[in-house]
T-cell receptor, first 113, second 111 residues
């Protein structure tokens, strides 16, 4: 069964460093998303991406965040200068169409120290 | 964004049916009702979704009230693997593609 894969599974970084979280969405999907979940809290929407551009973003997704689809398979989330409060699980998701089900990866646990 | 209300937690016994309720009194005519679940230490997993009619798939059934202000996710025979947090989410049509998550219902399944 096709799945969304995320790498790495765990990333530890120092405050102020840049990190890139990588995702390979399901191959025939057109819509891509990043969500995050701080430990013990709700899953929060960060950004959606369609047709090579951001279609929607939340207040969390400020200038420190960016997304890119550098080739036909990868979808990346970059945090330019990490803060302690960026520590969370980051989930990538994809869906075939706008209103069909989203498939999630297993997440990357980002720890900022 | 339309909101949903779910009980914080529920408990079931293995091999018994489970009915997980969700209230969404402010649902709009174009909102789809989606259910996802999150097993411990895993990413969210799609369960089922519907608009007006009841829906069945291999994982569960979704019963939608006639006025669409509430719905119920039905797990026909709970297994230990069904212990998870279950989220009821309204997802709009058109450009509103994001999923807005609440705290969900934490389901415990007793052996």
């Amino acid at each position: 069964e096709p799945e969304v894969t995320q790498t790495p599974s765990h990333q530890v970084t120092q405050m102020g460093q840049e990190v890139i979280l990588r995702c390979v969405p399901i191959s025939n999907h057109l819509y891509f998303y990043w969500y995050r979940q701080i430990l013990g809290q709700k899953v929060e929407f960060l950004v959606s991406f369609y047709n090579n551009e951001i279609s929607e973003k939340s207040e969390i997704f400020d200038d420190q965040f960016s997304v890119e689809r550098p080739d036909g398979s990868n979808f990346t989330l970059k945090i330019r200068s990490t803060k302690l409060e960026d520590s969370a699980m980051y989930f990538c998701a994809s869906s075939r169409w706008a209103n069909t089900e989203a498939f999630f990866g297993q997440g990357t646990r980002l720890t900022v120290v | 964004d339309a909101k949903t209300t779910q009980p914080n937690s529920m408990e079931s016994n293995e091999e018994e049916p489970v009915h997980l309720p969700c209230n969404h009194s402010t649902i709009s005519g174009t909102d789809y009702i989606h259910w996802y679940r999150q097993l411990p230490s895993q990413g969210p997993e799609y369960v089922i979704h519907g608009l007006t009619s009841n829906v069945n798939n291999r994982m569960a059934s979704l019963a939608i009230a006639e006025d669409r202000k509430s719905s119920t996710l039905i797990l026909h025979r709970a297994t230990l693997r069904d212990a998870a947090v279950y989220y009821c989410i309204l997802r709009g049509a058109g450009n509103n593609r994001k999923l807005i998550w609440g705290l969900g219902t934490s389901l415990a399944v007793n052996p």
